[in-house]
């Protein structure tokens, strides 16, 4: 990827994305604080100690959401071990809004009181999702959070995955966080070892493949994830290419997600361009002297 790519990817950042973004953009590529990212992660917080206030793009609403949730962990995860203060904050609001069984729903019925993407706001089923339990519990292991709701959604995980006949990407992006850093490696390893067929079968390696698909680096994001091993070294390759391939003009990336809102949408082709960063930099196909996060270093 050229200097004049990412100075146009910096360009889009400055003009279209929202300030948290602006801030995680400075932080992960011109050695930023991580203190503003922190700020403007705690005016999506709520005193449940849950996020919401539209840090998921397509919750436009106030209240805390299990999703929103897990973008604020994975914010977070980024910028070095997630505060015991806030990782207890988190586990307390999603204790609160567990089903029995343990796991959480990507949202809670409140959501139907509020302006969100039509796709929530039809939600009948509020039952358990393994996808969103399965991504926060494995960032909670990470940055040894401990809590018993981890416990508990720890144990739903393991149920789930166990009887698991079939899977989707969103499912298995979720399912290799926690398998990434759940404490039983043995285990862990065994049930990535079984799944992996399934996994691969969701994910779409061709480069050119449109609409709301899910790559290989979507899944595997850097050459160390648990889910590397899954794809050759063509289908990387090729795959990096398109991404590459797939940056506007203007230097941002689209959003691959269903249009329902300009402000929504802008705020997606944030995210996305500094995931398409990551990943590009990641397989060494960003410009090779950009600064690191400090805790990369």
């Known amino acids: 990827m050229t200097w004049d790519s990412y100075r146009a990817a910096d360009h889009f950042i400055m003009r279209s994305a929202r300030l948290i973004d602006r801030h995680r953009f400075a932080f992960h590529f011109q050695s930023g604080s991580p203190e503003p990212v922190r700020a403007a992660l705690a005016a999506h917080r709520n005193l449940d100690g ?9 919750l436009r609403g106030h209240g805390s959401q299990p999703v929103a949730t897990e973008i604020a962990l994975r914010h977070l995860d980024e910028l070095g071990t997630i505060p015991e203060d806030l990782g207890q904050g988190i586990c307390r609001f999603l204790s609160r809004s567990a089903n ?6 990507a949202v809670l019925p409140s959501v139907r009181y509020t302006e969100a993407a039509p796709w929530y706001l039809k939600t009948t089923d509020f039952s358990s999702r393994l996808d969103v339990t399965a991504m926060i519990a494995g960032l909670l292991h990470k940055n040894h959070i401990t809590h018993p709701w981890r416990d508990q959604a720890t144990a739903y995980c393991w149920t789930r995955i166990n009887a698991l006949h079939w899977t989707d990407p969103h499912e298995a992006i979720g399912i ?3 398998l990434r850093h759940v404490p039983d490696r043995p285990r862990a390893m065994a049930a990535m070892s079984r799944l992996s067929t399934m996994m691969r079968a969701v994910i779409d390696v061709h480069p050119r493949a449109t609409g709301h698909v899910h790559t290989p680096l979507d899944l595997a994001c850097h050459p160390h994830h648990i889910a590397r091993p899954l794809f050759t070294e063509d289908e990387i390759a090729r795959n990096l290419d398109a991404f590459e391939e797939q940056q506007r003009p203007d230097g941002g990336w ?7 809102d ?5 705020e997606r082709e944030g995210m996305r ?5 990551r990943v590009l930099r990641a397989y060494g196909r960003l410009v090779p002297d950009l600064p690191r996060p400090p805790r990369f270093r």
């Not at 689209?254 to 329902?260: L, N, Q």
């Open 100 to 105: 029995d069984d343990g796991g959480v729903p």
């Open 254 to 260: 689209d959003a691959c997600w269903d249009h329902w």
């Open 273 to 277: 361009t500094i995931q398409r960063l």
């Open 50 to 58: 849950g996020y919401g206030n539209s840090l998921d793009p397509d």
């Open 262 to 266: 300009t402000a929504a949408t802008l």
């Open 176 to 178: 290799c966080t926690f």
